[in-house]
Structure formats: structure tokens, C-alpha cells
């Protein structure tokens, strides 16, 4: 890919302005903002996002913390200077195809720093082009560890699968389960990767893994695949997949007469699944990285009274995020776009190479607690939200913290 940079800018420069009318989420053809600011100094940055496809509900809902974060923070002091913060808005659709083309439409479109994506396959299939290209892009919720391994432009704000991995192997061991069945997408990266680091943790941990399953994208059908899990009887059911995916697969084992918790990860916290699962989402338990609920952080306090009233003054927004509730990748895209702030404060300059160079050393208390990078450039988190659906709504049971991911757990009941 590196050796046709050429090309790929050319090719960019080419489908640019196609991107620039690419539809947004809430209904316009724009795909830039930008708040108020002196002069006609303006810093771009990127959003790479799913707003359609599979993972486009999760995608939005991270858009819509990045924007609201660019309403409260459209500006930024760059040398004694103010700069208008103008956010370039690309969908990569939930494909790794299309992320490419998204990706080269923002290296063409002159961006400082780049925020996204949700969904590690497409982050993983852009990194190369960012990197190439010498733009720092902070993943917001992309959590398998293939983002960022290897490629010094690529940094994240969450936490990363193999912690998650092992959070949720230990809460189904806690709850008794002594067997399990896991259930991948395949080809997926942040599918079949969660699933592996789970199977991995619970067998460490003495579980027997009684059924493994795999379903092509776009399947509909999983009666198949359940009707082999409902042989293996297993004491509760791990299925990492994608929003659009989640309803079918718990309404489809129900429907068998298989009674076995259903658990997954942190896409699995969407007001849809809800909607389209119905009654047979009751129970199902998953791990994320933020509660509205958690009162301890005065940031994030003050960020759910604005964030509500920023979904409630556009109908859009607040029907497109399920209502008032805060989603966990909302925060954490507001917090992506504090830290890009801060990288860019730190580098005292629009050069990218300069910001990501401060990213490095960026310390940054946000929304989803206190953020600074590793040497992968991943967050150096440990502590992850295990949630319910109880009484059609997503609850907090407590949180777990596990050093190093290993099997050692911390944890806080409600």
C-alpha cells in the first residue's frame, strides 16, 4: 500500500468532492463544521465514522460526542493565535473498502489530526494510509489491539480487547459459569478477536469452552449455529458482534428454547438492540467503558447536562441516539476531541507531525477518567462498566478492575 501513496493521493483528490456531498447521519449533504473564531486561521480535523451500514448507530453516536465537543470547544489557541476548529466529515459505510476511500479523502482534505473510527476493522484497514501520509489518528473506541500495534500515528482513547476480553471471562465465571459458547463473525476483527481473548481468559481461568460458532457478514439466519449451541448446553453464551447483528441472534435463541445468559461487549450498548430485541434482551449482559450514572467524576457531570440539552435541541440527534441516554462512545468521543485539542495545544502548531509527537505526552482527565498512552498508543485503562438490560433499559452492576489483564479482579456492586 505504502509503495502507491502517489497514486492513492491522486485517486483522493479525484473522489474529494464526492466525499464532500456524502449524507450525514441526521439528514444534511455537508461534511464540514466549524465554530467561531478571529481571522481566517482554521484547523481541520478529521472525523473517520461509520454514519450506515452495520455499525452506523454506534458510529453516529460517536460523531454526535465529537460534534458536541466542537460546539463547546470551537476553538483553540495555537502561538498566541485562535483558530477555528473545522471538523471534515467522512462515512467509511462499516466497510473496509469504503474506510480506505474515507481515509484517502481526508489526507487529501488537509487535516491536522483524524478521530475514529468505531469498528477496528475499519480502523485497522486505514491505518496504513494515515500513517503513510505522517497524520496522528485517535481511535475513539476501536478496541482491537491490531489499531494501533506497529503504527506510531495511531493512539486510542479506550480500553482494548484483550483487558475486555478477560473482564468479561471473569464476570461469566463469577456468575457461575463453568462452560461456555462462543460466537464470531468471521472476518471481523473486533468479532473474532474479542471472542479469541475471551475463550483464552475463561479457560485460564478453568472453563470449558463447549461450542464455538462462526456466521458470515450480512447473515440473518442463526438458527443453525444455535440449534448446535442449544446441543452443547453451555452455561452462558458469548457473542461479540455488530449492532444490526445483536437482535437476531437473541431473539433467535429464545425462540429455540435455549435459557442461557447471552453476554457480549461494548457494541452491544445501543438503544436499538433494545427496540428490535424486545423482551428477549432482558438480561443480557454486556461490558463498556462509561456510565451515566458514575457521579465520582465532576468532568463527567458537568459533560451529561450538556450533552442532553445538545441532543434535545435537534430532534434528529435525540431520535437517532434512542433518547436521552449517554452512550458510552459518546463520551468517548468527546473525550477523543479534548485530547486532539490538548495535542494540538502541546505541539503549538497545526503541523502534524508536531501534534503527534504531543500526543505522546498528553495527560488529559475526560468524561471516561484520566487519559494518557502507552507505547502502542493505547490508553492505559483498566477499568471497564459491566451493564444489563433490565426492564428494557441498560443498567449498571458494577465495575471491574483487572491489572495488566490479567485474572485478578476489583469490583464495585451498585
Not at 111 to 116: C, N, Q, R
Not at 156 to 162: A, G, K, L, S, Y
Not at 190 to 197: F, H, Q, T
Not at 298 to 319: H, Q, R
Request: glycine letters at 10%.
Amino acid at each position: 500500500m505504502k509503495k502507491h501513496l502517489a497514486f492513492i493521493l491522486t485517486a483522493a483528490m479525484l473522489i474529494l468532492p464526492l466525499a464532500a456531498c456524502s449524507t450525514t447521519p441526521s439528514g444534511g449533504t455537508a461534511t464540514t463544521t466549524a465554530g467561531s473564531g478571529s481571522g481566517d486561521n482554521v484547523i481541520k480535523v478529521g472525523v473517520f465514522e461509520p454514519v450506515t451500514g452495520e455499525n452506523g448507530g454506534g458510529g453516529f453516536q460517536e460523531v454526535l460526542g465529537i460534534r458536541y465537543a466542537n460546539q463547546e470547544k470551537p476553538t483553540v489557541d495555537i502561538g498566541g493565535q485562535t483558530y477555528k476548529v473545522e471538523l471534515v466529515e467522512v462515512d467509511n459505510k462499516s466497510d473496509k473498502t469504503e474506510a480506505v476511500s474515507a481515509a484517502q479523502s481526508l489526507v487529501s482534505s488537509g487535516v491536522s489530526v483524524i478521530l475514529g473510527s468505531y469498528g477496528s476493522g475499519v480502523s485497522i484497514a486505514a491505518g496504513d494510509i494515515f500513517e503513510e501520509a505522517k497524520i496522528p489518528a485517535i481511535g475513539v473506541s476501536c478496541t482491537n489491539p491490531q489499531v494501533t500495534s506497529g503504527n506510531d500515528y495511531y493512539f486510542r482513547v479506550c480500553f482494548i480487547d484483550p483487558f475486555q476480553g478477560t473482564v468479561m471471562a471473569n464476570y461469566a465465571w463469577g456468575e457461575g459459569a463453568k462452560t461456555a459458547a462462543v460466537i464470531t463473525q468471521l472476518g471481523d476483527d473486533y468479532s473474532s478477536g474479542l471472542g479469541s481473548y475471551f475463550t483464552s481468559s475463561f479457560k485460564a481461568l478453568g472453563g470449558t469452552i463447549a461450542d464455538e460458532e462462526q456466521f458470515q457478514t450480512n447473515q440473518t439466519d442463526f438458527k443453525a449455529i444455535l440449534t448446535n449451541i442449544k446441543a452443547a448446553n453451555p452455561d452462558i453464551i458469548f457473542a461479540p458482534s455488530s449492532i444490526a447483528t445483536a437482535p437476531l441472534i437473541i431473539k433467535q435463541a429464545r425462540e429455540l428454547g435455549i435459557t442461557a445468559p447471552i453476554t457480549a461487549g461494548d457494541t452491544w450498548e445501543n438503544a436499538s438492540i433494545i427496540e428490535n430485541a424486545g423482551d428477549d434482551a432482558e438480561g443480557v449482559a454486556l461490558s463498556t467503558f462509561f456510565d451515566e450514572g458514575d457521579t465520582s467524576n465532576t468532568v463527567a457531570t458537568a459533560f451529561l447536562s450538556g450533552f442532553k440539552a445538545f441532543l434535545n435541541a435537534d430532534k434528529s440527534y435525540l431520535e437517532k441516539n434512542g433518547g436521552e441516554a449517554v452512550a458510552a462512545v459518546s463520551a468517548l468521543g468527546y473525550d477523543a476531541y479534548n485530547v486532539a485539542l490538548e495535542a494540538i495545544k502541546g505541539a503549538g502548531s497545526t503541523d502534524s507531525q508536531a501534534i503527534r509527537d504531543a500526543l505522546v505526552n498528553v495527560d488529559y482527565t475526560g468524561v471516561t477518567g484520566n487519559i494518557t498512552f502507552d507505547s502502542n498508543g493505547d490508553a492505559n485503562k483498566n477499568i471497564a462498566y459491566i451493564k444489563t438490560i433490565k426492564d428494557g433499559a441498560f443498567t449498571f452492576l458494577k465495575t471491574v478492575e483487572i491489572a495488566d489483564t490479567g485474572s485478578a479482579e476489583t469490583t464495585a456492586a451498585n
